[in-house]
């Protein structure tokens, strides 16, 4: 079995960081997924693919494989680059504004 770790990154719809604090160790798929050519719908028989467990630390997955004899690869995280602006949509509307406010 073949899987990996990682630390999931923020989702792209929002500016919080929930769910990134955590390390995952997810399953790769042994097998390709087929289509049934009936409803058209995706399966696949390999259900350790759809495995994926979650730990507070990287030191705690690595061993969980190691003791599990799963063949896992670490991902690190790539850094957050911090150029968010001090102050952001509110200044447009702010009452010491440098110039003119018009539609």
Avoid: C
């Avoid at 979650?54 to 599990?68: C, L, N, P, R, V």
């Avoid at 957050?80 to 602006?85: D, E, S």
């Amino acid at each position: 079995m073949r899987a990996r770790i990682y630390q999931p990154a923020k989702t792209a719809m929002s500016s919080g960081t929930a769910k990134t604090k955590s390390w995952v160790l997810e399953h790769v798929a042994e097998t390709a997924r087929e289509v049934d050519p009936l409803m058209g719908w995706t399966s696949s028989a390999d259900t350790q693919a759809q495995v994926r467990l979650a730990f507070d630390t990287k030191q705690a997955a690595i061993d969980y494989a190691a003791q599990h004899g799963i063949d896992a690869t670490v991902q690190d995280p790539k850094p957050r680059k911090m150029n968010i602006r001090p102050s952001g949509y509110a200044e447009n509307f702010a009452t010491n504004r440098r110039g003119a406010w018009t539609h």
